[in-house]
């Protein structure tokens, strides 16, 4: 972890042993162990497990949906899905681009990549997978002038129809001879942030290739993702299914049904999704200091900053029962790391602040309830809310409100044949839930945004919680053995307005 391992890493090198092995390395032990050889004891304890790897179905039946594309799907059959899943990537190119070579790199990924070219459809049973023969993707070419985000977002928020296709589509902006701005948009049910990192990937080869009229240097992907799709369904089921949700529904009995922020206007049951973003930036002496922290608990920064954010919400909520959702790659097998599909799962992370514990021991208990929801991280979040079966208010989502993410460092500039691309990132106008915070390690620094759910919070609300927690961020960096009560949310000016308004100083 001192050389920059994190869970996301932790699960690939388990997948890696479960196949090159045939044996499970508990995620815990790779935590726990700081050496090879503890590791190695831990893997010999843990004994064999034979598991078949997930092979290619036939494409001439019916092809059923993962579990979350099948929500993704009732959603959009409810009329709820608008642009909020809608997955934008817009690269800029700079230098002499070949916009033919270019549309047929976009060609080329749709053939490797069945998810791009499939439909969805009905067949008196549930929804079905329908894959279409590749052919050739269009690519529209726009002059522009100025600045093109006004226009980057209008094609971003452009709903999709998953029925008739497709789910995914490509925009040319051209701003002079040697620059130009390329978007890329799916919907999620064709794929998730770490496809967004394949396609990325692949189509700069294919480019390169398509530009120097050689061969591009790709293996065709072992599996596509209506084969994991069909194993999901079939591994997912009896007692394994059972174990499974047998563990969340006793880690969720009893939590809070909504997390009771104190928000600008009620909820109503006809909030929207429209959302924004704040952001802000932790400073590099504290980032060193939390990071050091994290070494000290063995555990990664990412339990850290988890466990301050749940600690923000606790105080704005007065609640001691926090719940947050969290996104996990879901790619535990070597077969799909460069498949492109919807494979991310969402865990709920519940943290008990209960006693008032010094920041360092909340450390702790989050690092044992995210380490215990990583082993159990297979089970789809749409089985688990069916079991969990929450109450539901309103619009609010089901088991949490509140989302947490820690973001892959940003995308550097890489060649792509004559040009240089360099990865935009552009807000979507969305927000899925009441909030969520993404913390991205810059290396100096940390940086932080917000999506809020505008229906809900004003932009000075979210700027606010930002500062307070980037403030807390600061203050258990330096004091992580202080109780939470004792740890400050206030800077200096606001705490001068609550002494003026008391009347008189008062302990806070």
């Known amino acids: 972890f001192d050389l920059g391992g994190h869970s996301l890493l932790a699960t690939r090198v388990v997948a890696r042993v479960r196949a090159g092995m045939g044996r499970e390395l508990p995620l815990r032990t790779l935590f726990e162990g700081a050496t090879l050889a503890e590791v190695a004891r831990g893997l010999t304890r843990s004994g064999q497990e034979e598991e078949e790897p997930i092979a290619r179905v036939e494409r001439d039946g019916s092809l059923p949906l993962s579990f979350a594309q099948e929500r993704l799907w009732f959603v959009e059959q409810m009329g709820l899905g608008g642009s909020a899943y809608n997955i934008p990537l817009v690269v800029r190119l700079r230098g002499r681009l070949d916009a033919g070579a270019l549309q047929r790199a976009l060609t080329g990924l749709a053939r490797r990549h069945e998810a791009l070219r499939t439909t969805f459809a009905s067949d008196g049973d549930g929804p079905v997978q329908v894959i279409h023969p590749a052919a050739s993707v269009p690519l529209p070419l726009e002059r522009v002038e100025g600045d093109v985000r006004e226009r980057l977002h209008a094609e971003a928020a452009r709903p999709f129809d998953l029925e008739r296709g497709p789910v995914f589509r490509a925009l040319l902006l051209r701003l002079s001879d040697e620059e130009h701005v390329f978007l890329l948009c799916m919907h999620h049910i064709a794929g998730d942030g770490w496809s967004i990192g394949v396609l990325l990937r692949e189509l700069g080869t294919l480019y390169a290739a398509e530009e120097s009229g050689l061969a591009a240097p790709l293996a065709e ?34 939590a809070p049904a909504l997390l009771e922020l104190p928000a600008d206007r009620p909820r109503s049951a006809a909030s929207g999704q429209r959302g924004a973003n704040e952001r802000a930036e932790v400073p590099g002496g504290c980032a060193a200091a939390l990071r050091a922290l994290a070494r000290q608990e063995g555990c990664t920064p990412y339990t850290v900053l988890l466990a301050a954010f749940q600690l923000l ?196």
């Open 313 to 508: 919400l606790a105080r704005y909520s007065g609640q001691d029962d926090v719940v947050v959702g969290s996104p996990e790659a879901g790619r535990g097998r070597p077969e799909v790391e460069g498949t492109v599909g919807f494979f991310v799962n969402m865990l709920p992370l519940r943290a008990g602040l209960g006693g008032d514990p010094t920041f360092r021991a909340l450390v702790r208990r989050v690092r044992e309830s995210t380490l215990d929801a990583l082993a159990h991280a297979e089970i789809p979040f749409e089985r688990v809310v069916e079991a969990v079966a929450p109450e539901r208010r309103g619009s609010s989502a089901p088991l949490f409100q509140a989302v947490f993410i820690q973001q892959d460092p940003a995308e550097a500039a890489r060649p792509w044949g004559g040009v240089t691309a360099e990865w935009m990132e552009i807000e979507s106008g969305t927000s899925k839930f009441d909030l969520s915070l993404a913390v991205r390690d810059e290396g100096a620094s940390l940086s932080t945004s917000l999506q809020y759910a505008a229906d809900l919070f004003d932009a000075a609300t979210a700027r606010r919680m930002l500062a307070h927690y980037t403030r807390l961020l600061e203050e258990v960096a330096a004091q992580p053995d202080l109780p939470l009560s004792r740890l400050p949310l206030l800077d200096d000016a606001e705490r001068r307005l609550v002494e003026e308004w008391s009347g008189a100083p008062a302990d806070f």
């Open 221 to 254: 992907p072992p599996i596509q993702y209506a084969d994991y799709a069909a194993w999901q369904r079939e591994h997912l089921a009896g007692d394994r299914l059972e174990r499974g949700l047998a563990y969340w529904t006793k880690r969720l009995a009893g």
